[in-house]
């Protein structure tokens, strides 16, 4: 090879590794480094949002690290489709949220949106919400808040050890997604914290939460509309108002639930344990396909219920029917106690009725005694051990 063609590839060598993007290096990223201030004071979005850009564009698996320290966050949307399908968060930090006054309307504070293959993991989500309940407390005009932790129209993520406390609203919310993992995430308000639901689930498919404990002042999950493919396993709930599927039929047209599994749960002093709920008027929605198995309850005042003919306040739906299917939903392996005589409560419509109920080796009682069940427009059947005596 002559020396002319040696200069030559070496000064094509040098033009292909100078055209490369930056970012393609950026494979550790430190939030620091863009400016962010753990003063808990300093609006750390921007810098947070220059790290994302970077990793979003990288072609190589990017980590933006968080260390420890208390960083103020304004509402932050971190925006995809990106080139990177490979982004962790690892965060160390406290993240703390704005006084509701000062958010206005907005409904996240913190939102994954339109991206895939991110993984967020450790880390504390202080949302800030007690202003915002006290408000509520009051005849006061006060606006819903924001939830802390949303994932939108994003597959392939990943939530991992991650602290919830004090949120406004919602405090993890999973919607029009799929592929998703909740794993050992801990949430934490207080029982009388209104509308903050743990985590809830909605037009997303192949959903799981595992090994993770929600202590709240409403659902501990929320199933709604659209929800397929759910998996909840080793969940403590409580206090709180339970597992929720629903409530369905806010509107007239309106997608099912299918194929959801809750397993190896522990309820403690819930309002509910294991609810299907739905309001009582007209709708295209369905739920079929659901498992509730090896589930303890501890002091929950309604730990089985189906409840078609939900209308609080009866605005909006006094004198109508549901029309909620409800099928094919199976209970098992299912013991504790009730804070209530009635332990299993199945009230259907008389337009819909639910179909397809099992019972099967149920062990509740109320206050060391037997405990009862209500059944009305329900099919289904028994098997094995049930106490309270079903009335299926």
């Given at each position: 090879?002559?020396?002319?063609?040696?200069?030559?590839?070496?000064?094509?060598?040098?033009?292909?590794?100078?055209?490369?993007?930056?970012?393609?290096?950026?494979?550790?990223?430190?939030?620091?480094?863009?400016?962010?201030?753990?003063?808990?004071?300093?609006?750390?979005?921007?810098?947070?949002?220059?790290?994302?850009?970077?990793?979003?564009?990288?072609?190589?698996?990017?980590?933006?690290?968080?260390?420890?320290?208390?960083?103020?966050?304004?509402?932050?949307?971190?925006?995809?489709?990106?080139?990177?399908?490979?982004?962790?968060?690892?965060?160390?930090?406290?993240?703390?949220?704005?006084?509701?006054?000062?958010?206005?309307?907005?409904?996240?504070?913190?939102?994954?949106?339109?991206?895939?293959?991110?993984?967020?993991?450790?880390?504390?989500?202080?949302?800030?919400?007690?202003?915002?309940?006290?408000?509520?407390?009051?005849?006061?005009?006060?606006?819903?808040?924001?939830?802390t932790l949303a994932i939108y129209s994003s597959k392939n993520i990943t939530i991992q050890n991650v602290t919830s406390i004090n949120a406004k609203l919602y405090h993890v919310v999973i919607h029009s997604s799929e592929n998703v993992i909740?794993?050992?995430?801990?949430?934490?308000?207080?029982?009388?914290?209104?509308?903050?639901?743990?985590?809830?689930?909605?037009?997303?498919?192949?959903?799981?939460?595992?090994?993770?404990?929600?202590?709240?002042?409403?659902?501990?999950?929320?199933?709604?509309?659209?929800?397929?493919?759910?998996?909840?396993?080793?969940?403590?709930?409580?206090?709180?108002?339970?597992?929720?599927?629903?409530?369905?039929?806010?509107?007239?047209?309106?997608?099912?639930?299918?194929?959801?599994?809750?397993?190896?749960?522990?309820?403690?002093?819930?309002?509910?344990?294991?609810r299907i709920k739905a309001w009582g008027r007209p709708s295209t929605g369905y739920v079929k396909g659901v498992v509730f198995k090896q589930v303890v309850m501890n002091n929950v005042q309604y730990p089985i219920v189906i409840d078609q003919?939900?209308?609080?306040?009866?605005?909006?739906?006094?004198?109508?029917?549901?029309?909620?299917?409800?099928?094919?939903?199976?209970?098992?392996?299912?013991?504790?106690?009730?804070?209530?005589?009635?332990?299993?409560?199945?009230?259907?419509?008389?337009?819909?009725?639910?179909?397809?109920?099992?019972?099967?080796d149920i062990k509740l009682t109320y206050k060391g005694d037997s405990a009862e069940s209500f059944c009305q427009n329900v099919r289904g059947v028994t098997g094995g051990s049930v106490f309270p005596p079903s009335c299926l």
């Open positions: 090879m002559t020396t002319m063609t040696m200069l030559r590839n070496v000064s094509l060598l040098l033009l292909f590794f100078i055209s490369l993007p930056s970012s393609i290096y950026a494979l550790d990223i430190n939030v620091t480094d863009f400016g962010a201030k753990g003063d808990g004071k300093t609006d750390a979005s921007p810098a947070f949002l220059k790290a994302w850009k970077i990793a979003c564009s990288s072609l190589t698996p990017t980590t933006i690290y968080v260390p420890r320290k208390r960083y103020f966050l304004s509402q932050t949307i971190f925006q995809g489709p990106c080139m990177n399908s490979g982004i962790t968060f690892r965060i160390e930090a406290i993240l703390t949220a704005p006084d509701y006054k000062n958010m206005g309307s907005i409904e996240t504070w913190v939102m994954f949106d339109k991206v895939e293959g991110v993984t967020v993991v450790g880390g504390f989500l202080d949302g800030r919400g007690s202003s915002l309940w006290a408000c509520k407390a009051t005849d006061k005009p006060c606006p819903a808040g924001a939830s909740v794993q050992g995430v801990r949430i934490h308000a207080p029982e009388d914290s209104p509308n903050t639901d743990g985590i809830h689930v909605q037009n997303s498919m192949n959903v799981s939460i595992l090994n993770t404990g929600i202590k709240t002042g409403d659902d501990c999950v929320s199933i709604g509309p659209g929800t397929k493919n759910l998996w909840i396993q080793r969940v403590a709930c409580g206090p709180g108002h339970g597992i929720s599927i629903g409530s369905l039929a806010k509107g007239p047209v309106e997608e099912g639930v299918e194929n959801v599994v809750v397993k190896n749960v522990v309820f403690t002093g819930t309002q509910n344990g294991l003919n939900y209308c609080p306040r009866n605005e909006g739906c006094p004198g109508q029917h549901s029309g909620i299917q409800i099928s094919d939903v199976s209970y098992s392996a299912i013991k504790g106690t009730s804070a209530t005589k009635v332990a299993m409560k199945f009230d259907c419509s008389a337009k819909t009725p639910c179909k397809g109920i099992s019972v099967q």
